[in-house]
């Protein structure tokens, strides 16, 4: 107590304060502990103890952030308690209000819980639209009376608490120290509250992906603070309901996929997808993901400043695809639709980001044999993206900042040489076949190279020059030769290993991005979209081949496991790009359009759809007069596949395991 009172009065109450908030977090977390956990399935005693570990945190940041207006306008001399009757009471009504919110919301997150298994988020707001339907519910279902009455009980005995304790502190004498001890006393107290609401000792702060760090969805539940989940949610509520879906728009989509659609009560698109050859070992799949990947930049697509002479060869080696695009243009995107196979449509943010929309089926799970490897050289809390792919793939190994002996070089932590050693180093080592996923991110500003180059070069051109050949500077021509150097190193190394010849190896451009030059495509904006596709397979492929015809990010995991001989099930858009299909069926969907092989469907902010031949000579004329029946029917096409991709980032959750092995392969794709 002696200790204490020699505090400041203002950090001696809000240490009381936060611990009383802390508790009451940690009492309904035990409540929901012991009330849901026969609902939860298996996970390891290391899991368990985690999603304590973080729920602790959550509850301390909640904590804070309630303690943080009380703590900062004190300072204010006739807002102290203290000093002022007034303020004392103002601020004991305000705990007591928040307590009293925060209660009810915990209420209202088991009562949700309950009924539909998972925690309250804001679309539970979507009920004030019909509040006496609303009301009605609430009171003919819950006990409405008894969470009255524990509401009441807990603020009053709040209140009590808070006068005994915290405000008391307050008021009694302080041991006597001097100015500068109270300074440094304030100023630690300071430091040491922001670092706790940041939450992590590394680069990207405590969030809720965090909490997904396990395939188990009780873990990442126990883990959650409901009130800040709550508010994680709020920019994500326009999460659409199955009710919603145009049923008509679905039956288009699954009829172009091969889908056969029965029950509607619950669309999906689930289907089981036999190899056209199994093989008698299952090789390895490593998918790279190749950072601000232009197209239009490498020497496999004609641009001669060679600025990617290992890519180039591997094209000429691997089955290119040479008319591939991502939907939209940011990293985070990319990753989703990659491994989900729907493409991110979320409005505003990826969505990764969107916490409604974490739980995924993911066809790569189709991998049960294999060992399954995440390098980055940075953090996966980066975009959220530890909680999508950490909660969605099964027996996942990240490696990351701080599992490398090579130290950050920059934002983006190691540099892509480093990253691809150290994962090759892993990659060597395995015993049993493994999927491995190795996102680069060193071809991004600022450009960093490390000093330890493994004998690469900086190259020295003039602006005009980097300019008429798509570059924007000498910095981003020099950060894509470093990260096809750092590729080229990677090959080197993988080639000399017997896991090379029984790998199949995807590569992916994320994005693009527009160019200097006035060229067609980037008039469209199909630079940005616009990048290489790749698959080698050294131990499958007899030589490399040129594929034209039009394909997606959505594509690349089901291409790859039917070119290994992998039964899986698949419940979103992608396909098996080297499956035989008439050409009018091949599409690429796009944030703003659609793509066919023939034309590019592209909708305007105002709503109006353009029509192009964007692979003529007058790639960027407007065609839609002269082609009226096309445009009308890419614009239905875009109209179901965009209903159909926004509802699935909502309703596409993993398929059992039993259910999946037990499938009957149906379609060869």
């Not at 985070?332 to 409604?356: E, H, Q, W, Y």
């Not at 990659?427 to 190795?438: G, K, N, S």
Request: aromatic share 12%; with cysteine; proline share 7%.
């Amino acid at each position: 107590m002696k200790r204490l009172l020699a505090l400041p009065a203002l950090v001696r109450a809000g240490l009381v304060l936060i611990a009383l908030q802390v508790g009451l977090g940690t009492l309904f977390r035990v409540v929901f502990w012991l009330r849901f956990r026969s609902t939860a399935g298996e996970a390891a005693a290391a899991d368990w103890a985690q999603a304590w570990y973080l729920g602790l945190k959550f509850d301390l940041r909640l904590a804070l952030w309630i303690c943080l207006p009380f703590l900062v306008l004190s300072l204010v001399p006739f807002l102290h308690p203290a000093r002022s009757r007034l303020a004392s009471r103002f601020w004991q009504l305000y705990f007591v209000a928040t307590q009293g919110l925060v209660v009810l919301v915990y209420l209202v997150d088991l009562g949700n819980y309950d009924y539909l298994q998972v925690r309250m988020d804001a679309g539970m707001l979507d009920l004030i639209s019909s509040p006496a339907i609303a009301l009605g519910m609430v009171w003919e279902t819950y006990p409405v009376p008894l969470v009255v009455l524990i509401v009441v009980v807990a603020a009053v005995a709040y209140s009590l608490l808070i006068r005994r304790t915290a405000f008391r502190l307050l008021a009694a004498p302080g041991r006597s120290a001097g100015r500068s001890a109270r300074r440094l006393a304030l100023t630690t107290f300071a430091i040491l509250y922001a670092l706790a609401i940041y939450g992590k000792w590394s680069w990207y702060p405590l969030r809720w992906s965090d909490a997904f760090f396990s395939t188990e969805p009780f873990v990442a539940a126990l883990a959650l603070n409901p009130v800040l989940y709550f508010v994680d949610t709020l920019p994500n509520r326009e999460s659409p309901a199955t009710e919603t879906l145009d049923l008509d728009r679905f039956r288009e989509v699954a009829g172009l996929l091969d889908v056969e659609t029965t029950d509607m009560t619950r669309p999906s698109l689930e289907r089981s997808v036999a190899p056209t050859s199994p093989r008698g070992t299952t090789p390895n799949l490593v998918v790279i993901h190749l950072e601000s990947f232009s197209a239009y930049k490498t020497g496999a697509f004609g641009n001669p400043l060679g600025a990617t002479p290992h890519f180039d060869a591997l094209a000429r080696e691997a089955y290119l695809f040479t008319n591939f695009f991502v939907p939209s243009g940011p990293t985070a995107r990319a990753i989703f639709t990659m491994t989900t196979g729907t493409p991110d449509l979320n409005p505003v943010r990826s969505a990764s980001r969107n916490p409604k929309a974490v739980r995924q089926h993911m066809v790569l799970n189709a991998l049960r044999e294999h060992d399954k490897f995440y390098f980055l050289g940075g953090s996966a809390t980066w975009g959220n993206i530890r909680g999508l792919i950490a909660h969605n793939l099964d027996n996942l190994e990240i490696y990351e900042e701080g599992s490398y002996e090579a130290s950050r070089g920059d934002v983006w932590g190691i540099s892509d040489l480093q990253l691809f050693e150290a994962a090759h180093e892993v990659l060597r080592q395995q015993t049993r076949p493994f999927f491995a996923f190795i996102q680069t991110a060193g071809n991004h500003r600022p450009y960093t190279i490390p000093d330890d180059r493994r004998g690469f070069e900086l190259a020295d051109l003039d602006s005009e020059t980097l300019r008429a050949n798509g570059f924007e500077s000498l910095e981003a021509l020099n950060g894509l030769r470093f990260l096809d150097h750092s590729l080229g190193r990677f090959l080197e190394l993988a080639r000399q290993e017997p896991y090379f010849s029984n790998t199949v190896f995807a590569f992916y451009g994320d994005h693009g991005g527009p160019t200097p030059l006035p060229t067609p495509w980037n008039t469209l904006g199909l630079t940005t979209n616009h990048v290489p596709g790749v698959i080698f397979a050294p131990g499958l492929l007899a030589e490399g081949r040129r594929i034209d015809s039009v394909g997606s990010l959505v594509d690349l995991v089901p291409t790859s496991l039917s070119l290994m001989g992998v039964p899986y099930v698949n419940t979103t858009l992608g396909r098996n790009l080297l499956a035989e299909r008439p050409l009018e069926e091949n599409f690429a969907l796009i944030w703003d359009g659609v793509i066919t092989d023939r034309f590019l469907l592209k909708i305007d902010p105002q709503g109006t759809a353009h029509l192009y031949e964007y692979r003529s000579e007058e790639a960027a004329l407007d065609v839609a007069e002269r082609f009226p029946e096309q445009r009308d029917r890419l614009r239905r096409l875009y109209g179901d596949l965009e209903a159909v991709s926004r509802y699935l980032l909502y309703n596409n959750p993993p398929v059992p395991h039993e259910r999946a092995a037990a499938a009957v392969p149906a379609s060869p794709e």
